[in-house]
């Protein structure tokens, strides 16, 4: 056999030798590090959502402005797609890596700009307008964030590490930078304790943002491009092809695909979202729990996220995506609604740090095999843009779910029985396409 037929164990073989250990550790530190600092950037809208509401969405009506600041989110939710198909597609022409410096730096300078908006009282409606005009720009570089750092790091680690890679990566940097907005969040309000919070600690959070940006950049310094889109680029340099556009790829002869993808990332995206994402309001609003104390749990619910992350998307390794999945759904269609229904009822700070770290745990669990789940289901020359897409298109359908809740809620006592039958829906969902999807488990080409 010619050194040009190589089998692909042997190609695979011969990739894995070429990557050295730095390269794989770095990999994982700027993929990770890259999807939890953006994550910290948007947990801090969630963290400080009453205080917004009253800001630059007030109303006589909590719920509503609670429902306004939550659409705001939403709405740069719909555009993180579109990021997606931009930085996607330069990503699978041109480099993981280039993507991902200019998106994450993006995304950290228009979180720092929130910090220096007028609100309501200042400027009027006004300040409403260019509050969402911020934010839509903001989720058109998370969605290309979400195209390089959900590929650069599976793509550069072996097999048998891609299922925790998948969990490290998506659920836990999510939960990294949900852990990180719980420590910032936790000392500014104590330093601006009471009324100053809603003054000025609100503003300083946002601030925080910058940092994330010159962190990523000090990373991003060290980090190769991608092993297999190398060998992708080597394979089109001595051997030419046509090929369209990646967006155009993945809208027609990869749309089945997408669509089945799509009913396990919203199930997934949504159980983050009115877990993780909807818990800071739900303790502070349905459980009257001081800013401070919040604090604290939450920042314990986000390293039970973490710890779901990591070994259920490891499990995905072993007994395979699909029965993972299947799996997670069973669990979640039932526990998930309990968990809210007595997080609600108690009164006890041990038991209400218990039903939330449990809530964490099984929210941030339901989606920690999905990353390395898309990449699988898409070639490395579309990769960034086929998992881009089916990521930050169910998301956009999950980071709806808060809006959805909240408007469904008469008044906030009627929160939880909301959280409880959105869960059945979107687990009902979840496990219909766990059912429809194959195993992918090392799919990859």
């Excluded at 990353?371 to 298109?393: K, V």
Aim: with cysteine; net charge positive.
């Amino acid at each position: 056999m010619s050194a040009n037929m190589e089998t692909p164990v042997q190609q695979a073989s011969a990739l894995a030798a070429a990557i050295s250990r730095k390269q794989m550790i770095i990999a994982v530190m700027a993929s990770l590090l890259g999807w939890s600092l953006d994550l910290y950037d948007l947990f801090i809208l969630l963290y400080v959502a009453p205080e917004l509401g009253k800001l630059f969405f007030p109303t006589d009506k909590p719920t509503l402005s609670l429902a306004a600041v939550y659409a705001s989110f939403a709405v740069t939710l719909f555009m993180r797609p579109l990021g997606s198909a931009l930085f996607g597609a330069y990503a699978d022409r041109n480099g993981r890596k280039r993507a991902m410096v200019v998106a994450v730096s993006g995304v950290g300078i228009s979180t720092a700009l929130f910090g220096v908006l007028p609100t309501v009282a200042q400027i009027g409606a006004a300040a409403a307008i260019i509050f969402i005009i911020l934010r839509l720009v903001q989720g058109v570089f998370v969605g290309g964030v979400v195209a390089s750092t959900h590929t650069i790091g599976t793509e550069s680690v072996p097999e048998k590490w891609r299922g925790l890679m998948s969990g490290l990566v998506g659920g836990g940097g999510a939960a990294f930078g949900a852990l990180l907005a719980s420590i910032v969040y936790f000392v500014l309000s104590s330093v601006f304790s009471g009324p100053e919070f809603s003054e000025w600690g609100w503003r300083f959070m946002f601030f925080t943002g910058i940092l994330s940006s010159v962190l990523g950049l000090f990373v991003f310094k060290k980090l190769e491009e991608s092993p297999l889109w190398m060998q992708h680029k080597k394979k089109q340099e001595t051997k030419p092809e046509y090929q369209q556009s990646p967006v155009k790829m993945v809208f027609t002869k990869y749309l089945s695909v997408l669509l089945v993808n799509l009913m396990i990332v919203i199930g997934g995206g949504s159980a983050y979202y009115l877990t993780c994402g909807y818990l800071p309001t739900f303790l502070k609003v349905i459980n009257n729990i001081p800013q401070t104390v919040s604090s604290i749990i939450l920042m314990v619910s986000s390293i039970s996220a973490m710890v779901a992350a990591v070994v259920l998307g490891h499990l995905s390794t072993i007994i395979g995506r699909k029965k993972t999945f299947i799996l997670l759904g069973i669990v979640n269609l039932f526990a998930l609604p309990y968990l809210y229904t007595e997080l609600a009822d108690a009164q006890d700070l041990t038991m209400i740090t218990l039903y939330a770290m449990g809530l964490a745990f099984l929210g941030n669990g339901s989606y920690a095999p999905v990353l390395i789940f898309l990449n699988e289901r898409f070639p490395t020359s579309i990769r960034s843009t086929g998992t881009g897409l089916s990521w930050n298109m169910g998301f956009a359908v999950g980071g709806m779910m808060p809006t959805f809740v909240t408007m469904a809620s008469r008044q906030t006592s009627d929160i939880p029985s909301s959280l409880a039958y959105f869960f059945i829906a979107l687990f009902l969902l979840y496990l219909l396409g766990s059912f429809i999807i194959p195993e992918t488990k090392g799919n990859f080409k």
